[in-house]
């Protein structure tokens, strides 16, 4: 039997997030999640200069030395949920950037990306907040992370 091959998008976005979680593995990113009753939240922050050139032309995304990336991934029994995601981050200084979520589809996936503009060893503090049923109260989380 031969089965098709994957676009190149595709094959692209998965070697994205397996250097991701490589990155992640090794310090250069930040990984969490989050286990509700109905969902999985998995969230991430990583310098914007580890997506490939090509991933980040196809969906417009910038890369620069000093530009992170927050991803935020919701799934329902292990699939692609929509959700509505906003939040804020927070540096020493006390000053706040608001948080603008991109939602990015791929054939089996979605996840959602903001850019966070950052200084050189800066600590921020990100405060999300997650909208998954409009009937239900939004979830609320908040993570830090250390950039170099």
């Known amino acids: 039997m031969i089965l098709p091959l994957p676009n190149a998008t595709f094959v692209a976005v998965t070697l994205w997030l397996s250097t991701l979680g490589l990155c992640v593995l090794s310090g250069q990113g930040y990984a969490g999640q989050i286990n509700l009753p109905t969902h999985t939240v998995y969230y991430s922050a990583f310098p914007s200069r580890l997506i490939p050139t090509d991933v980040a032309e196809s969906h417009q995304?910038?890369?620069?030395?000093?530009?992170?990336?927050?991803?935020?991934?919701?799934?329902?029994?292990?699939?692609?949920?929509?959700?509505?995601?906003?939040?804020?981050?927070?540096?020493?200084?006390?000053?706040?950037?608001?948080?603008?979520?991109?939602?990015?589809?791929?054939?089996?996936?979605?996840?959602?990306?903001?850019?966070?503009?950052?200084?050189?060893?800066?600590?921020?503090?990100?405060?999300?907040?997650?909208?998954?049923?409009?009937?239900?109260?939004?979830?609320?989380?908040?993570?830090?992370?250390?950039?170099?």
């Open 61 to 148: 995304l910038r890369r620069a030395e000093d530009l992170m990336m927050v991803n935020i991934t919701v799934q329902k029994m292990n699939e692609p949920a929509e959700a509505t995601i906003s939040g804020e981050v927070i540096n020493l200084l006390g000053q706040i950037q608001t948080l603008r979520f991109v939602p990015i589809k791929e054939a089996q996936a979605l996840y959602y990306l903001s850019e966070v503009i950052v200084d050189e060893r800066d600590w921020l503090r990100f405060k999300i907040r997650i909208e998954i049923d409009p009937e239900l109260d939004p979830y609320e989380f908040e993570f830090e992370r250390r950039f170099y």
